[in-house]
């Protein structure tokens, strides 16, 4: 009997407790971030330059209309800036109901983490960056540090800074 | 969902639950176009529907025109009471099993 | 908020106003059968919507006053103050519950029982129970709806009809038919009921298209223009046709006209009155013909938006197509794109115009506002309303709600006197508030002018000085004196009254309205009254502005400020006050402001060019490299995905898919010239 449904499918089923993390690299460290936050990956075009903003912001660009800020990764974590390569990307998630981009040197693949998996993070950065982390996850020979995108692009003390 | 097509070799059954109102229409839409594409004979089971905005109940109406047309038929199972009596007492229920 | 309960409470929103307008047009004069059918379509509207949503209490609520509406529409009786009074704060327990039910979901309101109980007294010819012997809820949990309209009470009475009834040719959600005739039977009984379908075949079939009509015998003992207006509920282009089957079944007044489907030289009974004006798709007042116009389609600002939004995009991608114009095209592409930009620009004026709505939809709260302040303060006021047709992006408009309302209490509270002061004065008992709009420049202009007692300039003097402002011995110019009352933290009500003493000042109504991109003046003379004037732009999406350049960054400047551009080198020599850079242009020392210092960029030695701007009547002199040209641009939000960035009023798209950012130049003058206070006395 041939049987034909018309339902709408169910998105991909996940396994309990275990969430998926886009991973890339920053300064010879991994890093990961909940693959849900994230929106899109984009290549890079040079943003426009905020006056009197923060260093780490390095402008706001255009997405499909939208004003969003792109904040550079490696400024942010304290580690010098390196120049453009085709390899460079932004990512787009969202915090708080606000998008905003992320610049990184590159994205390296999606990793699938259990939850129970992740430990919290030991003091090895400096305090300052300690706040950007959540957890560290130990896999297949490689430490993937879990990064706290509220933390990264935080509205509030960018407002103040602003202004 | 509230419309869903099952379909076999010799019909397509029509199940319709619930209460499909202007928006959900839509679904309903669908499978008659489904069932105008692949024509046979089709029992509509509308026993758990509730409420059925009358742009359902014209989809109904044309189905059963094109499949008529067809030699084909559509028939339909009980319906609920309070459906049943709108549909008879606005005189839709009689236009819809006489023709 | 879920869409379907956006759509539920704007529309709610609307005919509560359309109530209140209906109530307070007919204070002034005759009363008219056409107001009473309005509002009784009204109530019932407002009871299907409601019950459709499953807010029990409103739609409870509303069935009494359809209920007491029909008995004033049946029995012809003028709706006296007494009972217009009842009505409308029948409107605000509905204001009331709207606003718990969106807040606390389906809740009562101990107002709804009391209220319907009064007027049903007044209704049977009793006086008004007050709320005084009347403070709690009336023991009886059912109000006395005497005429509560139900199929029981309709067996065996009323004249039986055939009707004829082919449904308005669009469904949709509120419309359904059978929803409809479900209604009618709350008014009468149908029997012989026969359905005769039209249905296309499935491949014919449009899903929104109504095809089929019915035929039934109505037993009613409502008239046929109520049976009509139930039928031509909810949607447009109903054919309806009403004829009386026999002699009315109890001794009723006179015969009924027979009704047939939109006739205009038909006899001119309060019947046919009704059916003319319930053709459209929701009741309206019948002098509101701006309002009426904006109710004619409702599609969901999101939708618009959404319209808006792309038409956005495809400005930008117009002007990156434009920009590569200069390169070698043929001449085919070349005419292509000069016509494309031409239509481009068209639908983008057209979109635009959708989001456009008569300021009437503002202006109409203003007279029972104007009404209830007035009684509260025990004075007169006439509220006079000019150019109601005026058009305005709503979303300013809906942004200008505070700061008018504000600006109206103000003139009642402190510039109209009381009936005696007036006398005494000479001038007629009853103050005139005229609240006016006008288009002109491409802005929109909003006045508020009283004949009450104006700006005593000595007591703002004194006030300024009490607060530190100014010492006894400054003689501030009557601009100065005016401005003070703009500024935070100044209120010259001798008691902060409870009606404008609510915190908010003149000075949160003027950052309102410059953050709108507008001005508020104020003129005033001792004694004769005082005028406010809001200048704001037509909207605040698109404007033209002017693109410069410094360095290797592009910005804009609104053109509207922009006076003149000359070269720097022409300047006349800088002049240095107090470390402050000036600039003679012909005589005259406006402050520079290097646009490269702004934005935190080192200097260059090159000379640029120098733009004068203006706003609020203060200029300044900002020092760029170079202009790129005018270009109509965009205004995008900063703050909705980033935050606010002080002295850019937003960003816009360039040509080329970058951003550029858009000065501020209010922001920048009032940053300048705060840094620069000695500028006033020098100059």
Known sequence: MQTLETTTTESTIQEQNTNKYLVFQIGGETYGVPLLQVQEIRTYTPATRVPNAPDYVLGVMNLRGNIIAVIDARTRFGLPPVPDEQETVVVVAQVQGKIFGLRLDSVSDVMDIPEDSIQPTPPIASEATQKFLSGVVQSDERVVILLNLDEIFDIQALSQMVA | MNATLKTSQKQHKLTLTGEIDFAQVNTLWECAQQIAQNPKSTLVDWTNLNTLHFAGIQILFSLQKSLEERGLSLRFTEPNPSLYQTLHQFGVWDSLIQS | ?683
């Open chain 3, 1 to 683: 908020m879920d869409s379907l309960f956006q759509l539920f409470y704007d529309e709610a929103n609307e005919m509560v106003e359309g109530m209140e307008q209906v109530l307070l047009a007919l204070e002034g004069g005759e009363p008219d059968p056409e107001t009473v059918n309005a509002l009784f379509r009204y109530a019932h509207s407002f009871k299907g919507n409601s019950a459709a949503m499953g807010f029990t209490h409103l739609s409870k609520f509303t069935h009494g006053l359809e209920s007491a509406m029909e008995v004033l529409r049946k029995e012809q009786r003028p709706l006296t103050p007494e009972m217009a009074t009842l009505l409308l704060q029948a409107v605000d327990v509905i204001r009331t519950l709207l606003e718990r039910t969106r807040t606390e979901g389906d809740v009562g309101d101990p107002n709804c029982d009391t209220l319907l109980a009064q007027i049903n007294a007044v209704l049977n010819g009793g006086a008004v129970p007050t709320p005084a012997t009347n403070p709690t809820p009336t023991p009886q949990p059912e109000p006395q709806v005497t005429v509560a309209p139900s199929s029981e009470e309709s067996v065996g009475a009323g004249t039986r009809y055939r009707v004829f009834y082919q449904p308005a040719p669009k469904l949709s959600q509120e419309h359904d038919p059978l929803q409809l005739l479900k209604e009618l039977t709350e008014y009468g009984q149908i029997s012989e009921c026969r359905f005769r379908a039209q249905t296309p075949p499935i491949d014919q079939l449009s899903v929104d298209a109504c095809y089929g009509n019915w035929e039934f015998t109505l037993q009613t003992e409502f008239e046929p223009a109520i049976i009509r207006a139930i039928l031509e509920l909810s949607a447009e282009g109903a054919e309806v046709r009403i004829e009386p089957l026999e002699a009315p079944a109890t001794a009723s007044a006179s015969p009924i006209p027979v009704e047939t489907a939109p006739t205009p030289e038909a006899p001119t009974t309060s019947a046919v009155a009704t059916v003319q004006a319930s053709s459209g798709e929701t009741p309206t007042a019948p002098t509101q013909n701006a309002r009426s116009e904006a109710q004619s389609v409702r599609v969901s600002t999101e939708k618009i938006d959404a319209l808006m939004n792309l038409v956005s995009e495809i400005v930008i991608a117009q002007s990156m197509l434009s920009s590569v114009q200069n390169e070698t095209l043929d001449e085919r592409t070349h005419s292509a794109i000069t016509q494309m930009e031409r239509h481009v620009r068209e639908l983008h004026e057209r979109v635009m115009a959708i989001r456009m709505l008569p300021v009437s939809y503002l202006f109409n709260r203003f007279p029972r506002m104007v009404r209830d302040t007035a009684n509260k303060l025990g004075k007169r006021v006439n509220l006079v309303i000019e150019g109601e047709e005026t058009e305005l992006d709503r979303t300013l408009l809906e942004a200008l709600a505070d700061p008018l309302t504000h600006i109206i209490r103000n003139a009642i509270d402190h510039g109209i006197e009381t009936p005696e002061d007036r006398r005494a004065k000479g001038k007629p008992e009853t103050g005139t508030i005229l609240l006016s709009a006008y288009q002109a420049e491409g802005r929109i202009y909003i006045e508020v002018r009283d004949d009450g007692k104006g700006i005593d300039t000595e007591r703002v003097r004194q006030k300024a000085i009490q607060l530190g402002w100014i010492t006894e011995n400054d003689h501030p110019t009557q601009e100065q004196l005016y401005d003070f009352i703009f500024q935070p933290g100044f209120s010259t009500a001798q008691q902060v009254s409870d009606l404008s003493g609510r915190g908010v000042g003149m000075d949160v109504v003027r950052r309102n309205v410059e953050s709108l991109g507008g001005m508020i003046s104020i003129q005033s003379e001792k004694g004769q009254g005082t005028r406010l004037l809001l200048r704001v732009p037509l909207t605040l999406a698109i404007m033209d502005g002017l693109g410069l350049k410094v360095a290797d960054e592009h910005y804009i400047v609104p053109l509207t400020t922009v006076i003149e551009a000359f070269q720097a080198e022409s300047l006349q020599r800088n002049a240095l006050f107090d470390r402050h850079e000036m600039v003679n242009v012909r005589g005259e020392f406006i402050p520079l402001v290097r646009l490269r210092q702004f934005i935190g960029l080192p200097p260059n030695d090159e000379s640029g060019l120098v733009i004068v701007l203006e706003q609020d009547g203060q200029q300044i002199a900002l020092l760029v490299d170079a202009i790129v040209g005018q270009q109509q641009v965009v205004l995008k939000s900063l703050e909705e995905n980033f935050v606010r960035v002080p002295g850019f009023a937003g960003a816009t798209i360039l040509g080329d898919g970058r951003v550029a950012l858009i000065l501020d130049v209010g922001d920048i003058i009032r940053r300048t010239h705060a840094n620069n206070e000695r500028f006033a006395t020098v100059a």
